[in-house]
């Protein structure tokens, strides 16, 4: 069965950075995207960035650069780096992979930004 399994998350002073990891288990070659979305307290969860097969990545227009979302296939892991965090950025973050069978989610890593 496919699993993700979130890690990196914690606690950071604004400005900061930290990166958020997604190891998945199951077939890599099976998907064709994964990404992340988050979910802040009281809000509906948005998502953050996604990375197809082939590399093309897209972002959440709120981010203005400061996230950059990558994979490696050898490690079947993704990443999320995040840099200049701020208190809005203070959330669960999800990881998701999208194949054939349908998408998965993590079980998600709080990310708290705060002084």
């Known amino acids: 069965q496919v699993q993700l399994v979130e890690s990196g998350g914690g606690l950071v002073q604004p400005g900061g950075s930290l990166k958020l990891s997604c190891a998945a288990s199951g077939s890599w070659l099976s998907i064709y995207a994964m990404g992340w979305y988050r979910q802040a307290p009281g809000k509906q969860r948005e998502l953050v960035a996604s990375?197809?097969?082939?590399?093309?990545?897209a972002y959440a227009d709120f981010l203005n650069g400061r996230f950059t979302i990558s994979r490696d296939n050898a490690k079947a892991t993704m990443y999320l780096q995040m840099n200049s965090l701020n208190a809005e950025d203070t959330a669960v973050y999800y990881c998701?992979?999208?194949?054939?069978?349908?998408?998965?989610w993590g079980q998600g890593t709080q990310v708290t930004v705060s002084s």
């Open positions: 990375i197809r097969n082939g590399g093309m990545t």
């Open positions: 998701y992979r999208d194949s054939g069978s349908g998408r998965v």
